[in-house]
C-alpha cells in the first residue's frame, strides 16, 4: 500500500490549489484596492498643489491693476526724474492707502536705464543684479514679471513696464510679503504644507541634506521633526516628485513635491504632506475580510468535493489493487468485483469504466503476450542473420585491398580494416585509438582543420595522398579519400576514410609522365620536349639579343648498320652518340634523339666559331666510335645560328635539315652552316621537282591504291584494310610518297589530293559488294577544307555506300591543333555514320585529354613503340598505359609496325585489338590478307 492513498492526495492538492487561489485572489484584490488609493492621494494633492498655484499667482494681477493706478496720483508722473525728494513726499502721503487696501511693503519707481525715480515703504533686500535682471525683463518684455526673492525674509515682487504721458517708459517695482499667501493657504488647504527654496543662507530653518531652506509652513510642531526626519532617509529630494509614503510613530503620510510659481525653474518647491493613517486602515480591514472569505468558501467547496469523491477514489483504489493482481496473473478477484458492479445501471461512474478498462487490459495482455512470443522468436532468427552478415561484411572489410578505418571527430581512429594493420605494419590495438596524422610519415599540420571542415557539412568529401610509415618496408604512397557519415555510429565514428596505395602506379605515371617527355633507348629530349625547350631558349634570346646555335645531325648510312649488324647494333650505336653528345655539351645545352638516328644540340649564348668548333668534335667523336669491324661510322651535321636563321622553331628546324641534307650533298661526315641563298635555290628546284610529277600524275591518272591488311587479334572483330597513295612515273616506276606530299602541303595541292583520294577510295568501295572497309589518310588541311563534307555526301549517295566502310585516319598533330574545327568536322562525319581513327597515338601524350572532346572509334598506336617492344621494358609499360586509357574511354587499338612473331605475340597478350606491319602484309595493289592469327602465331610466316 502506499504511504498517501489517492483520495490523500486528491484532498492535498485540492486543499493546496484552493489556498493559492484564495492568496491569488486575495493578493489581486489588495492591490486593486491599493492603485485606488494611491490614485486618489495623487488626484487629491495634484488638486491643492492646483489650488496653491492660483493662490501664488494672484497677486501678480493684484500689481499689474495696482501700478496705472499710482501712476496715476497728482503730480506724480510730473515729479518723477524731476524732484526725486518731491515725488517721495507725494507716495509717502498716499502709503497709508495703498498699504492698508494693497497690503504692499513697498513701492519704488526706475526709468528705462534701471535708475531709481522714487520710492517710499520699507527698503527691500533684493540683490542689485537679480533687481536689475527683473527690471530688464519687464522692460523688454513690456508686461508683469513677478519673482519671489528670500534673503532674511521672503516677499512677493512685482516689476510693472509703464508709460507716462510725456512718452517716457519707466518700471514700477511693487513688493508684498509672503506671510498672507501662506495663512490663505493654511485656511484653503486640508493638507500640511512647507514652502522651500534652495538657499540655506535665506532662513535658520535649513535642510542641509536636500541643500534647502524652509521659508514657510504649517502645524510646525510637528511638521518641522517630521521633514528633517524625511530629508535624513531620503537625501535626494527628487524622490518626492512623484509621491512617496513615510511611515511615523505608527501613521502614515504621503509626501508630494511641486514646484513654486514665481521662483527660477528649481528654486521653490511646495511639499504637501498629507496623513492617510486612516485610509491605509481602512484597506488592510477590508484585505482581511476578503481573505477570511475567500478561505471560507473554499473550505465549504474542500469538503463538498471530499464528501462527494470519497467513495469513488475508494473503488479507483481497489482496482488499482486488481490491476496490480493482474501483472501477477491472478483474475479471480477482479471477476467478482465485476460480477458485483455489473448491476450497477444507471449509477455505473468513471470507475466502472476503469473496471471495464482491467477487463479490456487483461484480454489485450494475453493477445499481446502470445504476439510478444512470436516477435521475439522472429527477433532472434533476425539477430542471427544479422550476425552472418556482420561476419560476412567484416569478411569483405578484411580481405579488401584498400585500407578503410572510421575516425571519431576528433581524428582518433575508432576501427580499421587488415589492411591497415599490413600497411602500418601496426597490431589493430595499436592502431585504434591512434590519432589519424600520427601513421603519416610526414604529418600535415593543415589536415585536422580541412576534415573539421568536412564535418561541419563545409565540404562533400576531401582528396590527398600521404606517405605512409612502415617499420619493414619503408614509407608506402597511400590516396585517402575521406568523407562525412550521415548517420550516428554508436563508437562514435564520424569520419570514413579510405585509402589506396598508389606507389607503384605513381611511379608508373612519373615514369610515362618522363616517357612522354624523353627517348627510352638514349634517355634524352624527344622532339615534341626538344621543341618545346627550343622555343623557349629562341624567346629568350629575341628578348635579351643573345645568339644560340642549333646543331642537328643523322648518322651516315645508319640503315645499313641496322641491316648488316642489326638492331642490337643499331640501338647499341645510338646510345653511344647520346653519350658522346652529353660528354661534348654543357649543363645549359638541351640534347634530343629527334627519332631514328637524327639528333639535336642546342647551345645558348655561343658564336659561329664556338658552334663550328663543337660541330668539328662530334664528327670526330662519332668516327671513333667502334660499332664493328670494318664499319666506319660518320654523321652529316646542319648548323643554324638563332636568331639569325630563324624567329620561329618551325623555321629553325627546317633550316637545320637543309644544312644538313647540304652537308650530305658535300661528301657526308661534314658539317654545314646554313645559309638563306642555298636554302632558296635548294627548296624551289625541289618543290617544282616534285609539284610538277604530282600535278602531272593526277593530271595522267596515274595515282593508284594500295592496300596493307589491319588483322583483328580477337575473332569477332572484322578484317580492314588501309588505302595507301601510290603514284607511277612516266616509265612505270613507283615514286616516294613522302616527298609528294609535302609538295602537296607547300604548293596548296593538298586539298585536291585529299579529294582524289577519297573519289579513288569511295569508287573501290562501289565496286565490291563484300563488307570491306577501308582506312583512308587524311591531312591536317582537310579539318577546315568546306568542300570535302559535300563531295563525300555527293559521292556515297552516287555510288550507294555503306557509311559504315569507311574510316578516316587523322594524325594526332593534326587533331590536336585545331580542337575545335576538328571536333566539328568529325561530328558531321559520323552523323553520315562513318568512323574515325587517331594516327601516331602517344606521340605527344596530349591526346589523352582529348579523347573525351573527339568522336573517336579506333586509336593507332605510333610505331616508334612498337619497333623495340620485346627489348624495351619503358616500351612495353608505355603500350599497356595506352591500351588501358584507350580500353577506359571504350576506343579499339591498333599497333602499327608488328614486324616478327615475338612482337605480335606480345601484343596479344597486352590485349591489343588490331596489327598492322609487314610482318601481317606489305602494301598491295589488291587487297590480301594471306595469313590467319593462328597461322602467324603457329609460324614465322611472312608476307613477301
Known amino acids: 500500500m502506499p504511504i498517501f492513498s489517492l483520495k490523500w492526495k486528491a484532498l492535498i492538492i485540492t486543499g493546496v490549489l484552493m489556498l493559492c487561489l484564495a492568496s491569488v485572489l486575495g493578493y489581486h484584490h489588495n492591490q486593486r484596492l491599493s492603485e485606488q488609493v494611491h490614485s486618489s492621494q495623487r488626484q487629491k494633492l495634484i488638486a491643492s498643489w492646483r489650488q496653491a498655484e492660483r493662490i501664488f499667482k494672484a497677486p501678480a494681477n493684484d500689481f499689474q491693476q495696482l501700478a496705472p493706478l499710482v501712476a496715476k496720483i497728482d503730480g506724480l508722473s510730473n515729479l518723477l526724474g524731476k524732484d526725486v525728494s518731491a515725488a517721495n513726499d507725494v507716495l509717502q502721503n498716499n502709503w497709508m492707502d495703498l498699504q492698508l487696501h494693497m497690503g504692499l511693503s513697498w513701492l519704488s519707481v526706475y526709468d528705462r536705464k534701471n535708475q531709481l525715480l522714487a520710492w517710499t515703504g520699507e527698503s527691500h533686500s533684493m540683490a542689485n543684479q537679480q533687481l536689475e535682471k527683473i527690471l530688464n525683463q519687464a522692460a523688454e518684455s513690456e508686461s508683469v514679471v513677478s519673482r519671489i526673492a528670500c534673503q532674511a525674509s521672503c516677499f512677493r515682487y512685482g516689476a510693472i513696464p509703464l508709460l507716462l504721458p510725456d512718452g517716457r517708459q519707466i518700471v514700477m517695482l511693487l513688493g508684498s510679503p509672503l506671510t498672507s499667501m501662506v495663512l490663505e493657504l493654511q485656511q484653503t488647504l486640508s493638507e500640511d504644507l512647507v514652502l522651500l527654496v534652495d538657499d540655506t543662507a535665506a532662513t535658520g530653518r535649513e535642510l542641509s541634506s536636500w541643500k534647502a531652506s524652509v521659508i514657510g509652513l504649517t502645524h510646525q510642531h510637528h511638521t518641522l521633526p517630521l521633514l528633517l526626519e524625511v530629508s535624513h532617509q531620503w537625501p535626494q529630494a527628487s524622490n518626492l516628485d512623484k509621491g512617496s509614503y513615510y511611515w511615523k510613530d505608527n501613521r502614515t503620510y504621503n509626501i508630494h513635491r511641486f514646484p513654486l510659481p514665481g521662483f527660477e525653474k528649481g528654486e521653490g518647491w511646495l511639499l504637501l504632506i498629507d496623513d492617510v493613517t486612516e485610509q491605509f486602515?481602512?484597506?488592510?480591514?477590508?484585505?482581511?475580510?476578503?481573505?477570511?472569505?475567500?478561505?471560507?468558501?473554499?473550505?465549504?467547496?474542500?469538503?463538498?468535493?471530499?464528501?462527494?469523491?470519497?467513495r469513488p477514489l475508494a473503488r479507483i483504489s481497489e482496482i488499482s489493487l486488481l490491476i496490480t493482481d493482474l501483472t501477477k496473473g491472478k483474475t479471480e478477484l477482479l471477476d467478482r468485483v465485476t460480477e458485483s458492479r455489473a448491476n450497477q445501471g444507471a449509477f455505473k461512474d468513471e470507475s466502472d469504466l476503469l473496471l471495464g478498462a482491467a477487463n479490456e487490459l487483461t484480454n489485450r495482455m494475453n493477445l499481446l503476450h502470445g504476439r510478444l512470443y512470436r516477435h521475439v522468436s522472429r527477433a532472434s532468427k533476425q539477430r542471427q542473420r544479422f550476425k552472418r552478415q556482420k561476419r560476412f561484411i567484416n569478411g569483405i572489410l578484411d580481405s579488401a585491398p584498400f585500407a578503410i578505418l572510421a575516425q571519431d571527430a576528433s581524428g582518433r581512429i575508432i576501427q580499421a580494416n587488415h589492411f591497415v594493420e599490413r600497411l602500418s605494419g601496426l597490431s589493430s590495438k595499436e592502431i585504434e585509438g591512434r590519432l589519424f596524422i600520427e601513421l603519416m610519415a610526414q604529418p600535415d599540420s593543415m589536415l585536422p582543420g580541412k576534415l573539421q571542415r568536412l564535418l561541419r557539412d563545409q565540404s562533400s568529401q576531401y582528396e590527398h595522398e600521404c606517405q605512409v610509415i612502415h617499420p619493414q618496408l619503408g614509407n608506402r604512397l597511400i590516396s585517402w579519400q575521406h568523407v562525412r557519415l550521415s548517420w550516428a555510429m554508436a563508437d562514435g565514428a564520424q569520419?570514413?576514410?579510405?585509402?589506396?596505395?598508389?606507389?607503384?602506379?605513381?611511379?608508373?605515371?612519373?615514369?610515362?609522365?618522363?616517357?612522354?617527355?624523353?627517348?627510352?633507348l638514349t634517355g634524352l629530349m624527344n622532339r615534341r620536349r626538344f621543341e618545346e625547350e627550343l622555343e623557349r631558349c629562341l624567346a629568350i634570346a629575341l628578348r635579351y639579343n643573345h645568339i644560340g646555335a642549333l646543331l642537328v645531325f643523322d648518322l651516315d648510312q645508319f640503315k645499313e648498320i641496322n641491316d648488316s649488324c642489326?638492331?642490337?647494333?643499331?640501338?647499341?650505336?645510338?646510345?653511344?652518340?647520346?653519350?658522346?653528345?652529353?660528354?661534348?655539351?654543357?649543363?645549359?645545352?638541351?640534347?634530343?634523339?629527334?627519332?631514328?638516328?637524327?639528333?639535336?644540340?642546342?647551345?645558348?649564348?655561343?658564336?659561329?666559331?664556338?658552334?663550328?668548333?663543337?660541330?668539328?668534335?662530334?664528327?670526330?667523336?662519332?668516327?671513333?666510335?667502334?660499332?664493328?669491324?670494318?664499319?666506319?661510322?660518320?654523321?652529316?651535321?646542319?648548323?643554324?645560328?638563332?636568331?639569325?636563321?630563324?624567329?620561329?622553331?618551325?623555321?629553325?628546324m627546317s633550316h637545320a635539315d637543309i644544312a644538313m641534307y647540304q652537308a650530305k650533298h658535300n661528301g657526308r661526315g661534314r658539317w654545314h652552316l646554313f645559309d638563306h641563298r642555298e636554302q632558296g635555290r635548294e627548296q624551289i628546284q625541289q618543290r617544282m621537282f616534285w609539284k610538277e610529277k604530282l600535278h602531272n600524275a593526277m593530271e595522267q591518272n596515274r595515282i593508284m591504291l594500295y592496300f596493307q591488311p589491319i588483322l583483328p587479334l580477337a575473332s569477332h572483330l572484322p578484317l580492314h584494310y588501309e588505302a595507301l597513295m601510290r603514284v607511277k612515273d612516266e616509265n612505270g616506276q613507283i615514286l616516294p610518297p613522302g616527298p609528294l606530299i609535302i609538295a602537296?602541303?607547300?604548293?596548296?595541292?593538298?586539298?585536291?589530293?585529299?579529294?582524289?583520294?577519297?573519289?579513288?577510295?569511295?569508287?573501290?568501295?562501289?565496286?565490291?559488294?563484300?563488307?570491306?572497309?577501308?582506312?583512308?589518310?587524311?591531312?591536317?588541311?582537310?579539318?577546315?577544307?568546306?568542300?570535302?563534307?559535300?563531295?563525300?555526301?555527293?559521292?556515297?549517295?552516287?555510288?550507294?555506300?555503306?557509311?559504315?566502310?569507311?574510316?578516316?585516319?587523322?594524325?594526332?598533330?593534326?587533331?590536336?591543333?585545331?580542337?575545335?574545327?576538328?571536333?566539328?568536322?568529325?561530328?558531321?562525319?559520323?552523323?553520315?555514320?562513318?568512323q574515325f581513327a587517331l594516327d601516331d597515338f602517344g606521340v605527344g601524350f596530349s591526346s589523352f585529354y582529348y579523347f573525351k572532346q573527339l568522336p573517336l572509334d579506333y586509336v593507332k598506336i605510333d610505331g616508334a613503340f612498337i619497333r623495340q617492344l620485346t627489348s624495351s621494358r619503358e616500351d612495353q609499360a608505355l603500350v599497356r598505359a595506352l591500351v588501358e586509357v584507350a580500353r577506359g574511354f571504350g576506343k579499339k587499338t591498333v599497333a602499327e609496325y608488328v614486324e616478327d612473331k615475338a612482337t605480335l605475340e606480345l601484343l596479344r597478350q597486352i590485349g591489343v585489338d588490331y596489327v598492322q606491319g609487314y610482318y601481317i602484309g606489305r602494301p598491295q595493289p589488291t587487297p590480301i590478307c594471306r595469313y590467319s592469327l593462328q597461322s602467324l602465331i603457329a609460324d614465322d610466316a611472312n608476307i613477301a
Not at 304 to 309: A, C, M, N, P, Q
Not at 501 to 511: F, G, I, L, N, Y
Not at 796 to 805: E, Q, Y
Open 744 to 834: 602537296a602541303e607547300q604548293s596548296g595541292l593538298i586539298s585536291k589530293l585529299d579529294h582524289y583520294m577519297l573519289k579513288l577510295a569511295l569508287d573501290w568501295l562501289g565496286k565490291y559488294d563484300e563488307p570491306k572497309r577501308l582506312a583512308l589518310n587524311l591531312s591536317a588541311h582537310s579539318i577546315q577544307d568546306p568542300e570535302l563534307l559535300p563531295l563525300l555526301k555527293k559521292e556515297m549517295a552516287r555510288l550507294s555506300i555503306n557509311p559504315s566502310r569507311l574510316i578516316f585516319e587523322l594524325t594526332e598533330t593534326a587533331a590536336v591543333a585545331n580542337i575545335e574545327s576538328a571536333r566539328e568536322m568529325m561530328e558531321a562525319i559520323n552523323a553520315l555514320g562513318c
Open 281 to 310: 486602515g481602512r484597506l488592510k480591514q477590508n484585505l482581511l475580510v476578503s481573505l477570511l472569505t475567500v478561505l471560507a468558501a473554499g473550505s465549504i467547496s474542500l469538503i463538498l468535493l471530499v464528501l462527494l469523491l470519497w
Open 566 to 652: 642489326g638492331h642490337h647494333t643499331g640501338d647499341l650505336l645510338l646510345r653511344q652518340v647520346a653519350d658522346l653528345l652529353k660528354s661534348k655539351s654543357k649543363k645549359s645545352d638541351l640534347i634530343a634523339r629527334l627519332g631514328g638516328d637524327e639528333f639535336a644540340l642546342v647551345i645558348q649564348e655561343t658564336t659561329i666559331a664556338a658552334a663550328g668548333q663543337t660541330a668539328e668534335e662530334i664528327l670526330k667523336g662519332i668516327e671513333q666510335i667502334e660499332a664493328g669491324p670494318q664499319l666506319r661510322v660518320s654523321c652529316s651535321l646542319g648548323v643554324v645560328m638563332f636568331p639569325q636563321h630563324g624567329e620561329t622553331v618551325q623555321d629553325l
Open 495 to 520: 569520419l570514413l576514410s579510405i585509402g589506396r596505395d598508389v606507389t607503384e602506379s605513381k611511379q608508373a605515371r612519373e615514369e610515362i609522365a618522363w616517357l612522354a617527355s624523353h627517348d627510352s
